[in-house]
Structures are given as structure tokens and as C-alpha cells.
């Protein structure tokens, strides 16, 4: 972990994409409306739940998709910055997100196509093991995973010390999932693991993206 301020390069960024193994983009239908609560009633609401029930996909892809949907995607002298509901160091947002419920396929969030994409597992093990571990941190959660993960690359070229600026983007996107997911009345808790198996499930080796972080998303459990 560095601790020493990050400074530009100088550099400029590339359009980087990652290397799915057999992604196949999924129509999500989000039909109803969230409901329109004040931003100081989410504000006041909002806290971690670890008892939950399973929400359905698209519930909690809204959340994925209203936290990291890029409403402007840079061109020209721009190329490589989006404008998003979360803040990123640089406008590079090398935060991602991967939905992940046992014996599905993993559902990638594509912030350049506004697609989510089914992907292909990788490695088994590894993936198996990340479901485990997030099972033992959070036995109660019967909702989905969001694992968050951060492409270094872009950050890493334009910023010396780059690695602050990747852990602060992080905590910014946690705090803007959770306070999405209470305006939408699904209930939320991050977990302390970091999730690194997902990394190996779903990626090639020597990928320069590191895992940042899991989410449990779904819906009150009720007795
Ligand atoms: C980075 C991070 C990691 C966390 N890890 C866990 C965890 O592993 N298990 C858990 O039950 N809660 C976890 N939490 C939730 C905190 O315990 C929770 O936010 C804290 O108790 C305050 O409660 P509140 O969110 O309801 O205000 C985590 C929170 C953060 C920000």
C-alpha cells in the first residue's frame, strides 16, 4: 500500500477492454419505476443488513447499472473519461462490477455499451471458492453477489502511486451502491474480503485488475 501522493504522468489514457471468455449480452427489462424517496430520507435510512432474501436480477442490476452507468463517454482529447453518478480519480472509472449467484453464469455490467453480459467461468475452483467465502463472511445473506473489481491499467499509466486512487474510487462506488440500493428498498451489506478468487474465475492471467471488494445485494427478509 502506498502512501505517497499520486502525481500525473503526463500520459494519456487507452481504451482498454477486458477479455471475457464468451461474453453474450443479456436484455434486462427494468419495468417499474424505483420508487421516488428524498435524497435526505435515503441519506438517514441507509444501513447494512447481513439477514436478506433473494431480489431478482433485474433489481439488482438497476443498482449496478444506476451507480456505474457512464452518461458521457469521453472522446477525441476526452478518450478514456466517462461522467458518472460516482466520482473517479481522473474520470478513468476502473471500478467494475460482476453479479454472481451459485449455479448461474456471472453477469458482467459493460459501462462503455450500457450492456450486461453473461460470461463464461475460467477456472471452477476458483470461482467455487469465492462463492464459499462469501457464504462463510455472510451466511445469512440469501441475495446476490457484487464483486467489484478496478482495471489498473488506465490509472496506473496517468498517475505515478496510483494505487490510493484505485482503493478511494472503490470506496466511493460502495457508498453510492448503498445508498442506490436503499432508495430502491433492497437491502445491502459490503463485506471485509476482497474477493481475489473472482479475479482468477473469470479472467486471464497478469490482467492488472486487482479485486476490491464484495457487495451482498437483495431483498428484507421477512419471517
Ligand atoms: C469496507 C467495508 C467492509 C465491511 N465488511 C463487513 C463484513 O465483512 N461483515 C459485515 O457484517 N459487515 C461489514 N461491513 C459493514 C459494516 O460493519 C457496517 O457498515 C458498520 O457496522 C456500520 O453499520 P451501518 O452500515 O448500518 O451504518 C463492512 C463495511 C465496509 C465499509
Keep these: 500500500m ?29 419495468r417499474s419505476a424505483p420508487p421516488d424517496k428524498l435524497f435526505a430520507n435515503v441519506v ?8 436478506m432474501a433473494t431480489a431478482s436480477l433485474e433489481e439488482v442490476a438497476r443498482v449496478v447499472r444506476e451507480t456505474l452507468k457512464a452518461d458521457f463517454v469521453g472522446h477525441g482529447e476526452k478518450q478514456g473519461r466517462k461522467l458518472k453518478a460516482v466520482l473517479s480519480a481522473g474520470a478513468l472509472h476502473p ?7 451459485r449455479d448461474q453464469r456471472p453477469i458482467v455490467y459493460d459501462d462503455g455499451s450500457d450492456q450486461f453480459l453473461s460470461v463464461k467461468v475460467r477456472n471452477a475452483p476458483a470461482y467455487a471458492a ?8 455472510l451466511p445469512e445473506a440469501d441475495g446476490h453477489w ?3 473489481i478496478a482495471d489498473c491499467r488506465n490509472v496506473r499509466r496517468l498517475y505515478s502511486n496510483h494505487e490510493s486512487l484505485v482503493w478511494r474510487d472503490a470506496g466511493a462506488v460502495i457508498q453510492m451502491m448503498a445508498l442506490l440500493a436503499e432508495a ?38 421477512r419471517d
Design 44 to 51: 438517514r435510512a441507509r444501513r447494512s443488513h447481513r439477514l
Design 146 to 148: 457484487v464483486a467489484l
Design 95 to 101: 471500478v467494475k462490477a460482476v453479479i454472481l449467484r
Design 2 to 30: 502506498s502512501h505517497t501522493d499520486p502525481e500525473p504522468t503526463g500520459d494519456k489514457p487507452l481504451s482498454n477492454r477486458l477479455e471475457w471468455l464468451e461474453p453474450r449480452a443479456i436484455d434486462l427489462v427494468f
Design 184 to 221: 430502491q428498498e433492497l437491502v445491502f451489506c459490503p463485506l471485509g474480503i476482497l474477493g481475489g478468487e473472482i479475479i482468477e474465475g473469470l479472467l486471464q492471467e497478469k490482467s492488472d485488475v486487482i479485486p476490491v471488494g464484495v457487495i451482498a445485494l437483495g431483498n428484507q427478509a
Design 130 to 137: 469465492f462463492l464459499q467465502t462469501c457464504d462463510t463472511v
